[in-house]
């Protein structure tokens, strides 16, 4: 009789648990899905570019933030640059638009970390890649700012936009994937949440 108490005391608290643990994986995961929700955003995102024009014409009526977007302007005599990983980035405005593209830096740019940057090629150009305005752009927030305070920028409605050269949609499956094993893992978990609150039920 002792033995078989224990017993049901014991499955009663694997009881207690299991629904508690499923619970919190359940919004775990789903926070983190929440969390990535720009980005599976742009993925699903049209792969045709908006046109925004070019010097002269720009089309700010086509603004729209995290979308891919092509865009043709004369670079700023100044811009901010970035080591990620193994290679360097450019910050660059376009003149008389509040348009700032980040794009690999060019033979000619070469900045060492403690030094004064190079001026940013002067070659008017054209880029592709995904346009966001300032306000969803926070890993940027630093060097957009620095950009504003050069004088080289416009404003559109008290916003600078940013165009990040080389992200397509449809492009980063990775996270397409992870995303997919976190909804996966949630369904698990409500799963054996539903039957753990039916076991107690049963034997309550």
Do not use: C
């Not at 648990?17 to 994986?25: E, F, H, I, N, T």
């Not at 004369?74 to 593209?101: K, M, N």
């Not at 920028?153 to 992870?178: A, F, M, S």
């Not at 409500?190 to 039916?198: D, E, P, W, Y």
């Amino acid at each position: 009789m002792r033995i078989a108490e224990l017993e049901s005391r014991l499955a009663r608290r694997r009881l207690g648990v299991r629904p508690l643990a499923s619970v919190v994986a359940i919004a775990v995961s789903l926070s983190l899905v929440l969390m990535q929700r720009r980005e599976l955003a742009y993925f699903f995102s049209s792969p045709v570019p908006l046109t925004l024009g070019a010097e002269g014409e720009y089309r700010f009526d086509a603004l729209a933030s995290n979308r891919y977007a092509q865009v043709h302007g004369i670079p700023t005599a100044r811009g901010a640059y970035e080591q990620d990983g193994a290679g360097l980035f450019v910050l660059v405005g376009l003149r008389e638009s509040p348009f700032v593209v980040r794009r690999p830096a060019l033979p000619g740019e070469d900045w060492v970390r403690g030094r004064a940057p190079p001026p940013p090629d002067a070659r008017p150009f054209a880029i592709r890649g995904r346009l966001l305005v300032e306000d969803e752009a926070p890993r940027y927030r630093d060097a957009l700012t620095l950009l504003r305070g050069m004088g080289e920028l416009q404003p559109h409605d008290g916003k600078v936009w940013l165009i990040v050269e080389g992200e397509r949609p449809r492009e980063d499956r990775g996270r397409v994937l992870v995303t997919l094993a976190l909804v996966a893992f949630a369904v698990l978990n409500a799963v054996l949440l539903i039957k753990g609150l039916s076991r107690r039920y049963r034997g309550a």
